[in-house]
T-cell receptor, first 115, second 111 residues
Framework: GAGVSQSPSNKVTEKGKDVELRCDPI?????LYWYRQSLGQGLEFLIY????????KSGLPSDRFSAERTGGSVSTLTIQRTQQEDSAVYLC?????????????FGPGTRLTVT | KQEVTQIPAALSVPEGENLVLNCSFT??????LQWFRQDPGKGLTSLLL?????REQTSGRLNASLDKSSGRSTLYIAASQPGDSATYLC??????????FGAGTRLAVHP
């Protein structure tokens, strides 16, 4: 595809519900990253995928957060039992591969609001 | 632990002024440093990427410098315009290509 796409663009959910956020990386990019931008914390790293494996998941804030990537392409970030503090913009980025210093290309983000 | 600081947090200037935005980082073991622009409610637009072996990059009215040993970068905007109003984010890339972001500088350029 032309760029990184994310869906949905906006999601409003009730506290306690589970949500799934989707990221489609640029075609051929093997590395994929999730970040979160919230009012109180700024923009922070969540998880990194190289192919289907996640060598670095150090940024996931709790065990309610999980992510998977299948077929080395699409990734899904799942938040279980959402809390109000999960409200944020979730950004996905991809890069050609995991070689050091590869530029990351960002998607438009999913704005999650937990009521 | 890598920390990125941006100064000032906010800046308001009249159109036409030349600007300097500052970014500092605590660990010099970085792959590169990148400047982004973010408009309200929008995603990130990459402005300039400086590899660790480089000293500066230029694009149009923008110039970014990198002094890795001192942990500093500056973004210079020449002849500012109202359309430059946005939040400017600095990010350094280290270990597993993780980007660590600063809190940003909110710029307002008024006519």
């Amino acid at each position: 595809g032309a760029g990184v796409s994310q869906s949905p663009s906006n999601k409003v959910t009730e506290k306690g519900k589970d949500v799934e956020l989707r990221c489609d990386p640029i075609s051929g990019h093997t590395a994929l990253y999730w970040y979160r931008q919230s009012l109180g914390q700024g923009l922070e790293f969540l998880i990194y995928f190289q192919g289907n494996s996640a060598p670095d998941k150090s940024g996931l804030p709790s065990d309610r957060f999980s992510a998977e990537r299948t077929g080395g392409s699409v990734s899904t970030l799942t938040i279980q039992r959402t809390q109000q503090e999960d409200s944020a913009v979730y950004l996905c980025a991809s890069s050609l591969d995991g070689a050091g210093g590869r530029e990351q290309y960002f998607g438009p983000g999913t704005r999650l609001t937990v009521t | 632990k890598q920390e990125v600081t941006q100064i000032p947090a906010a800046l308001s200037v009249p159109e036409g002024e030349n600007l300097v935005l500052n970014c500092s980082f605590t660990d010099s073991a970085i792959y590169n440093l990148q400047w982004f622009r973010q408009d309200p409610g929008k995603g990130l637009t990459s402005l300039l990427l400086i590899q660790s072996s480089q000293r500066e990059q230029t694009s149009g009215r923008l110039n970014a410098s990198l002094d890795k040993s001192s942990g500093r970068s500056t973004l210079y905007i020449a002849a500012s315009q109202p359309g430059d109003s946005a939040t400017y984010l600095c990010a350094v890339m280290s270990g597993y290509n993780k980007l660590i972001f600063g809190a940003g500088t909110r710029l307002a350029v008024h006519p």
